[in-house]
């Protein structure tokens, strides 16, 4: 992984230490219409949670290489097993699917996620495909939930930045979950949650989620953070703490020297002797996620804001996009598998400013 030129990052970014918390305006003004209505199908498909922070740690030029030290020492040592993982990691990521769906849309009165399923044609070297769930309403301005399971050969390009793919000839399985919601109200924060599993001549999970709020408050980030500690406590007693420090690090703007949000945790190349400890706790933050992330939802969606807020909510979007075009590391595998462009790119919000 090649360090940026910047100044690196702090070690840490307020997670589970209370931030500054910002009271919301109390003018009266109701939340918006939502901007953009639904649009056409293909226009933002959910993204195939392949295309959404599967590239493993070699793709990554965000974090410096200090970031690379956070992999646990076993992350190259795959257990045998591990080969036999893509189909119940697959199970497990479309359940999940469905049922964060399902609990998103008990927030909304007359929307629903509209599904679209999408393959590449025959002969093409990815095979396989993904579901992609969009929806777009009053609560949740657009939220993207995909599952992807898909399997072929890595273009020459992208063979020397995926581990295990030099050996494998560029074969590689793929499958995964991947989410992103941007809500209308600004007190409601953003959220990223990602699970995925990747083989090549190895085989590893990565996976993690994090919080982008436009005006932080202390009880949501603890909350958000105690909810993630508590599935990495399953897993070790201090992975919590790497897993922290190692988003702290990803989800980081080099260019503006600022953090996209208040953290959460990141992992990549989690493969150690014990696979079955490993897909538990991938399963664990993926429970962790369903359980509080409506929690939040529900506390914040009914807040009074003002067009104020709003505006300072739209700008906090564009330093979101800055990072998901530039440096995010599942867009950049997204284009290097030729997946589907609308599910990758799902995580771009449906209006922001600069």
């Known amino acids: 992984m090649t360090a940026p030129s910047t100044t690196p990052p702090p070690t840490t970014v307020p997670g589970t230490t209370a931030l500054a918390t910002t009271a919301p305006k109390t003018a009266d003004k109701a939340a918006p219409a939502v901007a953009h209505k639904t649009a056409p199908a293909a226009a933002d498909k959910a993204a195939s949670a392949v295309a959404h922070k599967t590239a493993p740690a070699a793709a990554d030029k965000t974090a410096p290489a200090a970031a690379d030290k956070a992999a646990p020492a076993v992350a190259h040592k795959t257990a045998p097993a591990a080969a036999d993982m893509a189909a119940p990691a697959g199970e497990y990521f479309r359940d999940l699917q469905t049922r964060i769906c399902a609990a998103f849309e008990q927030f909304e009165t007359d929307t629903r996620f509209e599904h679209r399923k999408w393959s590449k044609p025959e002969g093409h070297r990815l095979q396989g495909g993904g579901e992609s769930r969009l929806m777009r309403g009053k609560v949740f301005e657009k939220v993207g939930v995909n599952f992807s399971h898909v399997w072929g050969v890595f273009s020459p390009q992208a063979r020397g930045q995926v581990p295990g793919s030099e050996e494998s000839e560029g074969r590689f399985t793929a499958c995964g979950i991947s989410l992103v919601a941007h809500m209308t109200n600004p007190y409601v924060p953003a959220v990223h949650m990602n699970l995925r599993y990747l083989r090549t001549s190895r085989g590893w999970f990565g996976g993690g989620s994090d919080l982008t709020p436009t005006f932080p408050m202390a009880d949501d980030t603890n909350d958000f953070h105690a909810a993630l500690k508590s599935a990495c406590d399953t897993y070790r007693p201090d992975a919590y703490a790497e897993y922290k420090a190692w988003c702290d690090r990803y989800f980081y703007l080099p260019h503006r020297q600022e953090p996209r949000g208040v953290g959460g945790i990141f992992f990549d190349e989690l493969a150690t002797a014990n696979v079955a400890a490993d897909f538990a706790f991938v399963k664990a933050v993926g429970e962790a996620f ?63 400013r600069w």
């Open 290 to 352: 369903l359980g509080v992330y409506p929690t939040l939802v529900a506390r914040r969606k009914d807040t009074p804001f003002d067009d104020e807020a709003r505006d300072k909510l739209l700008l906090k979007r564009g330093r979101y996009v800055e990072f998901n075009l530039v440096y995010d590391r599942g867009t950049k595998f997204g284009f290097s598998t030729d997946a589907d462009p609308e599910a990758y790119l799902m995580s771009l919000p449906p209006l922001v």
